[in-house]
């Protein structure tokens, strides 16, 4: 599968974004996704995960009561909305995929990932 993420941009503390990810190649409801963040300097961070077929969710405390992670298998695409954002959310975020679902919070697990997009709050 291939992914690509977008809906990234410049916003102020207490905004809301949501973004996007695209995936083409093999049948999106085989996967599992996962969006994780990356800030300069630190290791990628898992943000949120959900189900197949969209039944169940996980997410970090950190951004948990704060950002919803949804798909829609018809038009193969993820979504990560994101509210109340704080100056600490400002990170590349990735999409990713995997079949299994068994460690969702790790990053090696996962088999693909999109080129990720700029996230930038500011205070």
């Known amino acids: 599968v291939q992914l690509q993420a977008s809906g990234g941009g410049l916003v102020q503390a207490g905004d809301s974004l949501r973004l996007s990810c695209a995936a083409s190649?093999?049948?999106?409801?085989?996967?599992?996704m996962g969006w994780f963040r990356q800030a300069p300097g630190l290791e990628r961070e898992f943000v949120a995960a959900?189900?197949?077929?969209?039944?169940?969710?996980h997410y970090s405390d950190s951004v948990k009561g704060r950002f919803t992670t949804s798909r829609d298998n018809a038009k193969n695409t993820l979504y990560l909305q994101m509210n109340s954002l704080k100056p600490e959310d400002t990170a590349v975020y990735y999409c990713?995929?995997?079949?299994?679902?068994?460690?969702?919070?790790?990053?090696?697990?996962?088999?693909?990932w999109g080129q990720g997009t700029q996230v930038t709050v500011s205070s």
């Open positions: 990713a995929a995997e079949i299994d679902g068994s460690a969702y919070s790790t990053p090696r697990e996962y088999d693909a």
């Open positions: 190649g093999r049948t999106f409801s085989m996967y599992y």
């Open positions: 959900i189900t197949w077929r969209g039944t169940r969710t």
